[in-house]
T-cell receptor, first 112, second 112 residues
Framework: DAGITQSPRHKVTETGTPVTLRCHQT?????MYWYRQDPGHGLRLIHY???????DKGEVSDGYSVSRSKTEDFLLTLESATSSQTSVYFC???????????FGPGTRLTVT | DAKTTQPTSMDCAEGRAANLPCNHS???????VYWYRQIHSQGPQYIIH???NNETNEMASLIITEDRKSSTLILPHATLRDTAVYYC?????????????FGPGTRLSVLP
């Protein structure tokens, strides 16, 4: 399995609080991605990164921000969590834009 | 990216070959066919991908029809651990912003 870890694995938080999810890789892959998975929607891309400090928005980026200060870490921040952001969040990595993506184990976030 | 159509669910006897079909009749010449699977609530797992030639790796075989309008993923000797949701995805290799659009997939149940 690709060396991808996500932390925390489970989190319960209250509406309005900031939340940061961390994705860490040991593969030195250039590309990193954040997805969310909800019933009936499959996986949807939130943000992605194509290098250190290089990020761009995906299809469901509202309410989320990301940062990548090191190759190995990609952070997803919910500035002010809402109940609609209750979801399972997956991080993925790929060696390049033409390569397959490998997914982390996921973080289950519940916003009450 | 072209859309795909997969059966909602399939059963397969343990030890037998599992053949999972995918229709992608609107696929264009530069779109690849990818297969992923998701076991329970784990992150999606890459299986195989191809453009027009049949492909085989240690996990599975991918058979793409000559007109590329459909494909079949073959698990040669299904085990109980192959029970999962299988996703067929077609995707153009662009420079940036690669993301995989996961539809509902096929829920494969391997039966003892």
């Amino acid at each position: 399995d690709a060396g991808i870890t996500q932390s925390p694995r489970h989190k319960v938080t209250e509406t309005g609080t900031p939340v940061t999810l961390r994705c860490h890789q040991t593969e030195n892959h250039r590309y990193m991605y954040w997805y969310r998975q909800d019933p009936g929607h499959g996986l949807r891309l939130i943000h992605y990164s194509y290098g250190v400090k290089d990020t761009d928005k995906g299809e469901v980026s509202d309410g989320y921000s990301v940062s990548r200060s090191k190759t190995e870490d990609f952070l997803l921040t919910l500035e002010s969590a809402t109940s609609s952001q209750t979801s399972v969040y997956f991080c993925a990595i790929s060696e390049g834009d033409k390569y397959e993506q490998y997914f982390g184990p996921g973080t289950r976030l519940t916003v009450t | 990216d072209a859309k795909t159509t997969q059966p909602t669910s399939m059963d397969c006897a343990e030890g037998r070959a599992a053949n999972l079909p995918c229709n992608h009749s609107t696929i264009s010449g530069n779109e690849y066919v990818y297969w992923y699977r998701q076991i329970h609530s784990q992150g999606p797992q890459y299986i195989i991908h191809g453009l027009k030639n049949n492909e085989t790796n240690e996990m599975a075989s991918l058979i793409i029809t000559e007109d590329r309008k459909s494909s079949t993923l073959i698990l040669p000797h299904a085990t109980l651990r192959d029970t999962a949701v299988y996703y067929c995805i077609v995707r153009v290799d662009r420079n940036y912003g690669q993301n995989f659009v996961f539809g509902p997939g096929t829920r494969l149940s391997v039966l003892p």
